[in-house]
């Protein structure tokens, strides 16, 4: 396809209520969304790096300005016949994953216009159908978590994800299982620890937890591997799976034993599915996350969930988790499986955003054209 023109959205979405990690609190949720047009039609994407450079050393109105001056330049009037002739085009600027899946995924969801072919199916996935856990974030009391958790369970999520960091850990961590002995959990440490915690995640292990995603440094393979090789509990990385070179590394040196793939930490739907492929190969199951996108980056991420080995339940939220009104023009719905677990299908088609909401949160603009 030939591209005509790119527009790109710099987006703050409100959140019902703020969001607690390791590295802080966020009120809302910074976005960048990207209109891809070729041929008259048009596709749209979403990278959410969030506002500051806190998750990763990229934040919105870093990815914005990239995409603005550089990325999208590079691909206006340009011919990309696939996601891999888009990478090939930005492989000269160095990083900047958040950036780069912002253009790939509107590729895709052009592609998948131009095509009149579902998203999931242009990405060869065989399912249409893939359950979803339940995530808590750090909360005021200790008995809104556990009433949150037991909800979760009663309404058949397959698994409970914990938000872990200093002074919501082992005490948290005790009463949740004393109440929940069983119940399929996981805590997420958001690269909130070292290696000098090693004593803390040791007393973890008897938690039997499925495991323990990103517990040390955003940008770290070799301590991982040290941990992993001390404790029992499965190490999972999100952070430091940056791209397929991360992901290689770790599998070679045994950093983990999950990889969480989210589009917009590693550049996109492209990069997404060459990590699958390969963490396939070499027997480490993938889950997919989130970045608590709108309903159009969730749909990114639903579509691309449908791959076999996808096999841990996704961070696949229900729009109305975390937003009175989301910005997608169609927000997205979890369903309930045949037999009864919380999921979410396939789209058929990308949303577009609802065009007031889109006008009234935008923070910068800018068209890229020939």
């Known amino acids: 396809m030939y591209i005509e023109k790119i527009e790109l959205y710099y987006v703050s979405m409100p959140l019902i209520y703020p969001w607690r990690t390791a590295y802080g609190e966020d009120p809302a949720i910074d976005t960048v969304l990207c209109r891809m047009t070729a041929d008259g039609i048009d596709g749209w994407g979403e990278s959410t790096p969030l506002a500051g450079p806190l998750y990763s050393p990229e934040w919105a109105g870093g990815v914005f300005a990239v995409c603005k001056n550089w990325l999208a330049p590079a691909l206006v009037g340009k011919e990309v016949s696939s996601g891999e002739d888009l990478q090939n085009l930005l492989s000269v600027y160095k990083g900047n994953p958040f950036a780069k899946a912002a253009l790939d995924t509107a590729w895709w969801a052009l592609e998948s216009r131009i095509k009149e072919k579902p998203l999931h199916k242009l990405l060869r996935a065989n399912r249409s159908v893939v359950p979803v856990g339940a995530d808590f974030g750090v909360m005021d009391h200790l008995d809104d978590l556990l009433r949150c958790i037991e909800n979760a369970l009663a309404d058949n999520f397959p698994r409970v994800k914990l938000k872990y960091r200093p002074g919501w850990d082992l005490n948290i961590l005790r009463n949740v299982r004393s109440h929940f002995p069983k119940e399929p959990i996981h805590i997420d440490c958001n690269s909130g620890y ?14 039997n937890l499925e495991m323990i995603e990103q517990p040390l440094q955003h940008n770290d393979l070799l301590d991982h591997a ?4 001390y404790i029992r ?9 940056t791209g397929l070179d991360t992901a290689r590394q770790a599998i070679e040196m ?5 990889i969480n793939v989210k589009p917009g930490r590693v550049g996109g739907l492209t990069t997404a599915v060459q990590i699958h492929d390969i963490c396939l190969e070499a027997g480490i199951p993938c889950w997919v996350g989130g970045m608590l996108e ?8 639903t579509a691309l969930a449908m791959l076999n080995n996808f096999s841990y339940p996704a961070d696949i939220f229900p729009s109305s988790r975390f937003y009175e009104n989301d910005l997608a023009a169609t927000p997205l719905e979890l ?10 299908r396939a789209p058929e088609e990308i949303p577009i955003p609802n065009l007031d909401r889109l006008n009234e949160w935008t923070v910068q603009k800018a068209v890229i054209s020939l």
Do not use: N, W
């Open 294 to 301: 709108s309903g159009i980056g969730a749909a990114h991420c």
């Open 254 to 258: 045994q950093s983990c034993q999950y």
């Open 194 to 207: 070292r290696m000098s915690s090693l004593d803390e995640f040791r007393q973890i292990d008897e938690f």
């Open 226 to 229: 040290t941990l992993q090789r």
């Open 335 to 344: 369903i309930k499986s045949t037999d009864g677990i919380q999921s979410v």
């Open 233 to 241: 509990t499965p190490i999972c990385l999100d952070e430091s799976i």
